[in-house]
């Protein structure tokens, strides 16, 4: 029974095109986030949300949108892909916010999207 | 700027010890993970240190030394599906991740 899950584990696409990843955990956490990947490995936060509530929002193009229309979902949308997209889009969540307890992070698989 | 350093890759031998060492210089220090990250798969958790010493977990280690900004991952008994991105990773004043680029381990038989 996969902890979290997202879909799709591939997406290859062309520039300008919208897209979305779903993002979904069974482990009953209260905290889910996006995470970038480039290809120099360097994990990155993008956005965190407690409860159904955005919590970290750091600095990245107005042209992601993270959506949860429940705490065991966390979706992003990106509109008008550009090239410097591509990259492997990671959700993860912990049992605590940020500050609280360990804060272990479980991850999904990984979204790998490409941007030709 | 905040920062953390780990080398790029390390070659290993099946049954040897090796140990990945992680360097940090963060705005404050709340705790420091170690995360494997076999290719194409997710990271997946191996240990928390917030204070000083040697957490042992089975053939895995983590030392931590927050005076000189210094941790390392201590593998035994090395097995071939030990070959994976090793991650660094340091909880700052902020209760923020900030994430190493990863050491690359490779096992030869």
């Known amino acids: 029974d996969t902890a979290v899950s997202q879909t799709p584990k591939y997406l290859v696409t062309q520039m300008g095109n919208d897209k979305s990843i779903k993002c979904e955990q069974n482990?009953?956490?209260?905290?889910m986030y996006w995470y970038k990947q480039d290809s120099k490995k360097f994990l990155k936060i993008m956005f965190s949300y407690n409860n159904k509530e955005l919590i970290i929002n750091e600095t990245v193009p107005n042209r992601f949108s993270p959506k949860s229309p429940d705490k065991a979902h966390l979706n992003l949308h990106i509109n008008s892909l550009e090239l410097g997209d591509s990259a492997v889009y990671f959700c993860a969540s912990s049992k605590n916010v940020v500050g609280q307890g360990t804060g272990e992070l479980f991850f999904g698989e990984g979204s790998r999207l490409t941007v030709l | 700027g905040q920062n953390i350093d780990q080398p790029t890759e390390m070659t290993a031998t099946e049954g040897a010890i090796v140990q990945i060492n992680c360097t940090y210089q963060?705005?404050?220090?709340?705790?420091l993970f170690w995360y494997q990250q076999h290719a194409g798969e997710a990271p997946t958790f191996l240990s928390y240190?917030?204070l000083d010493g040697l957490e042992e977990k089975g053939r895995f280690s983590s030392f931590l030394s927050r005076s000189k900004g210094y941790s390392y991952l201590l593998l035994k008994e090395l097995q071939m599906k030990d070959s994976a991105s090793y991650l660094c990773?340091?909880?700052?004043?902020?209760?923020?991740?900030?994430w190493g680029a990863g050491t690359k381990l490779i096992i030869k038989p």
């Open positions: 482990l009953g956490h209260d905290t």
């Open positions: 990773a340091v909880k700052d004043s902020n209760y923020q991740l900030i």
């Open positions: 240190n917030v």
């Open positions: 963060t705005s404050g220090f709340n705790g």
